[in-house]
């Protein structure tokens, strides 16, 4: 820790001023910070459900997710930011906008009227492409299922919508 050539990005993972906390190297204690509770809680939680579930399980469960999104994107016609499947991550699926849809149309449907969140792209994908997030409860194939027949229930609304 002490040899770290960077200073972490927030002060939360900043072990070293952590220590100086705690007085581990026999400075007088001073104030650090107020840790974000919640964040704790939600940590434990999430280890313990991990643990529950064991690793390889979860790993394995977050993989047949993306699997059954990305087939079941791809069966609605819909094209994938990143060709090769070896290439994509399990949690974020990137989806190429259709050619006459707008982007925020669909993703304020999905959010109104199925409380299902997809995120827009970011830089130069804006517009250009969705972003959907299958992690954690969400990860699973009746979860992934309601995800499709709401994006599909939206494309068939806002396709028709562009002609």
Do not use: C
Not at 69 to 79: C, H, K, V
Not at 134 to 145: D, R, S, W
């Amino acid at each position: 820790l002490k040899a770290r050539k960077t200073k972490p990005f927030t002060y939360y993972f900043d072990l070293n001023m952590l220590g100086e906390y705690w007085n581990f190297q026999g400075n007088p204690r001073w104030y650090h910070h107020t840790g974000m509770v919640t964040n704790i809680y939600t940590l434990r939680e999430a280890l313990s459900l991990i643990q529950e579930e064991g690793l390889a399980e979860a790993w394995a469960r977050h993989r047949e997710a993306a699997e059954r999104l990305w087939d079941g994107l791809e069966r609605m016609g819909l094209e994938l930011f990143v060709d090769k499947p070896e290439l994509r991550l399990p949690t974020v699926t990137t989806v190429k906008v259709p050619e006459g849809v707008d982007w925020k149309d669909v993703t304020t449907h999905m959010m109104s009227k199925h409380k299902i969140e997809m995120s827009g792209g970011l830089g130069p994908t804006a517009g250009k492409v969705w972003r959907i997030g299958i992690m954690g409860y969400n990860a699973g194939p009746q979860q992934v299922n309601r995800l499709l027949a709401a994006l599909k229930e939206a494309l068939d609304i806002y396709r028709k919508a562009e002609l």
